[in-house]
């Protein structure tokens, strides 16, 4: 029977609808980047029904990202935009739940952010501060009639401003006088200008930005911590000494009248505070922090204090990381987050992430005795969460090896977790993604290490792959169950990925973390490549097609590795560490206290050279790419990939390197769209060259005439 035109397309177009969706499904590409929408900063209204949070998103255009707030009812529904952007963050709810506060950036280049309000009944976010030097986000008073914030502004900005006139021009010349004066995504660093606490007024029926007050003064910064419960007194936290590089951690808590006036301190041990929370009856305090131990650790995990008269440890039997914390390369870019300590509200638990296992948790913890009871427990990331005021309900953003980050509502009663919001549904419901397959191996020495292989979508055990193996920074951080671009990307090109958490990584206990002190790089490679003969075990590897890449402590990983062994094609090594004497002399903070190194390098050069993978650069075989952007100042280019390239390129070895105008260390994380898409094209190019037998001349010396 011969089919009319019309009903042969009827037909066919019947038979595509009925393919199942996952044979529709594509490849995830590195330009799906382009698509991505990041869930940041949830915050949940006092009373648990709505959920207000920034949404950050692409915009291709201008080569950037653009923030917006957008509102959600806890109870379900479409989300509701609420700004236009391109440039709102830090939605702050007023205690009633009828307003929110929010910073909004100035549309002209280098116009400060101010904080703006925005009645839930309608109408246009109105400006609440005029600050010269800008607002930090909003933190309410119980009473709601005033906001506490932070600024740079000095008093004598307030008069010119008034008069108006301009800023006196200042020399470009900066006379410098500490050792940390540059910090990596800030550039250089302003002590003339601390942050200070102020307050401005709230009065809703007032369209004019209010009178900002200053509340603190003086030469150090301080970062607010909160309101007591009757709007009298401002609590903030603050380091107060000139150069901290020369002393142990240390932070404490103060107290400041509302109105202005002396400080005094609240909290003060011998070690950090980080996370305050005041408990409800106003005379006890939780936070995470530590006792500063006699010798300095690389890695020093944090315990959770109550304190009522003298600070109580109530987790010095958990052996795993207080908050959330598990590297990605999916963060949300400029959105912000909260992850902190909360008090339930009789004061008898806490409420507070955990890691373990490069997993991230919610838990209630009893604040008598510190047991804990799981709030979530899944296989996740926990990226920022908050609680409603009767602590009830939790709105929280979880990323999976396959969700990039979307809004939760946990039930804190039932544990029951709903998903609110779906906003890379559209684009992810297309794709044929990867789930890790977890492992846990062997190392030389028997310790057991935790990692991760992921294969590419449509994998066939009877085949051959090329590997590529990843390694985290840090050192002390963690790699988990986070989406992972990069990761989703290579496996979509054909390679099974492989990333592990060796000796050195957090989330496995103390010692685990701090065994590698003084012995960085060393055992640590070992467990790397320990994880490579158990993959090579499963018989799917192809041992001559496998290639290394990581960043940061990834990248000093990376460069030692191939100083160590020939059995990798390829390399890739990002915003790496090559020399440690000349790390030692520019990275943006100091190693001056003997946490890595025993000693200052002029003293004991050796211990440095020792631990340079420069100094082997002869025993180099395998081809190597750097990656670094122009302002690292975490690994500045100078003592990573400039030496090392100089000196394979002396002993005529094959090595190329790639630079990033404009971008610092967070290139991967926070960079410019573009720049993102195009370091995962050259890490990929590079490894389809040596891995796959791509043809390409894109790294090759241009042909002479």
Do not use: C
Not at 417 to 443: C, D, G, H, M
């Amino acid at each position: 029977m011969k089919l009319s035109k019309s009903l042969f397309f009827a037909v066919l177009a019947a038979l595509m609808l009925a393919i199942p969706a996952a044979a529709q499904k594509r490849l995830i590409t590195e330009k799906d980047l382009l698509q991505f929408k990041w869930v940041a900063d949830p915050q949940i209204s006092p009373s648990g029904a709505r959920v207000a949070y920034v949404l950050v998103e692409v915009n291709e255009k201008d080569d950037r990202y653009d923030t917006s707030i957008w509102l959600v009812d806890a109870a379900g529904g479409a989300p509701r935009r609420m700004t236009a952007g391109p440039r709102d963050g830090a939605p702050r709810w007023s205690p009633d739940g009828r307003t929110l506060a929010f910073t909004r950036g100035g549309a002209a280049p280098g116009e400060a952010t101010q904080i703006y309000l925005l009645s839930l009944e309608g109408g246009e976010g109105r400006k609440l501060t005029d600050l010269p030097r800008g607002a930090g986000a909003a933190v309410w008073s119980p009473d709601g009639k005033a906001i506490a914030l932070s600024s740079t502004t000095k008093p004598e900005d307030i008069e010119r401003k008034k008069k108006g006139e301009k800023e006196p021009k200042k020399s470009d010349v900066l006379v410098i006088n500490r050792a940390v004066y540059r910090f990596n995504n800030a550039g250089f660093l302003d002590a003339d200008r601390p942050s200070h606490i102020w307050t401005v007024p709230v009065d809703l029926a007032r369209m004019e930005p209010a009178e900002a007050k200053q509340i603190t003064s003086g030469k150090y910064s301080e970062g607010i911590v909160g309101w007591s419960r009757d709007s009298a007194t401002i609590f903030f936290s603050s380091n107060r000494v000139d150069e901290t590089y020369y002393e142990d951690p240390d932070s404490n808590v103060y107290a400041v009248p509302a109105a202005g006036g002396e400080s005094k301190v609240v909290l003060d041990i011998n070690g950090p505070i980080g996370s305050p929370a005041q408990a409800p009856d106003g005379r006890r305090w939780a936070f995470a922090g530590f006792i500063n131990p006699e010798y300095p650790k690389s890695s020093q995990q944090a315990d959770v204090f109550v304190v009522d008269g003298q600070p109580r440890n109530l987790t010095a039997d958990f052996d795993f990381d207080i908050g959330a914390g598990v590297i990605s390369d999916q963060a949300p870019p400029r959105g912000g987050g909260q992850d902190g300590i909360v008090w339930t509200t009789d004061g008898r638990a806490l409420l507070l992430a955990t890691t373990k296992h490069g997993a991230s948790n919610l838990v209630r913890m009893d604040a008598a005795s510190g047991r804990m009871e799981p709030l979530t427990d899944g296989k996740h990331d926990v990226l920022a969460w908050t609680a409603s005021a009767d602590r009830g309900m939790i709105a929280l953003s979880i990323s999976t090896p396959t969700l990039l980050g979307e809004m939760f509502l946990l039930d804190t009663a039932t544990k029951k977790l709903t998903q609110l919001t779906r906003v890379n549904e559209a684009l992810f419901s297309q794709l044929k993604l990867s789930e890790p397959e977890e492992i846990w191996y062997a190392s030389f020495d028997g310790k057991k290490i935790h990692g991760w292989i992921l294969k590419p979508p449509d994998f066939d055990s009877s085949k051959k792959y090329p590997l590529i193996l990843e390694i985290h920074g840090g050192p002390h951080t963690e790699y988990g169950w986070a989406f992972f671009h990069e990761f989703q990307w290579m496996a979509a090109k054909g390679y099974v990925v492989f990333y592990t958490n060796p000796r050195g990584s957090t989330s496995y206990g103390q010692d685990f973390a701090n065994i590698i002190q003084h012995r960085y790089p060393g055992d640590d490679y070992k467990d790397l490549m320990a994880g490579v003969d158990e993959l090579l075990k499963r018989g799917y590897v192809d041992e001559k097609r496998m290639g290394v890449t990581g960043g940061s402590g990834g990248g000093l990983l990376t460069n030692w590795t191939v100083t160590q062994t020939n059995r990798f094609a390829a390399a890739v090594s990002q915003r790496s560490v090559a020399d440690w004497l000349s790390f030692w002399y520019t990275a943006d903070f100091t190693l001056f206290r003997p946490t890595w190194f025993r000693k200052y390098p002029f003293q004991d050069p050796e211990e440095y050279l020792n631990r340079s993978p420069v100094r082997f650069s002869e025993k180099v075989n395998t081809p190597l790419m750097f990656i670094h952007s122009e302002e690292d100042w975490r690994t500045p280019p100078g003592q990573g990939a400039e030496p090392m390239f100089r000196a394979l390129k002396a002993l005529k070895k094959t090595t190329v390197m790639v630079r990033f105008p404009g971008e610092s260390h967070d290139l991967s994380r926070s960079g410019k769209p573009a720049h993102r898409v195009e370091r995962l094209q050259h890490i990929l190019n590079w490894f389809d060259i040596y891995l796959q037998g791509a043809k390409m001349d894109l790294y090759d010396l241009l042909p002479r005439d």
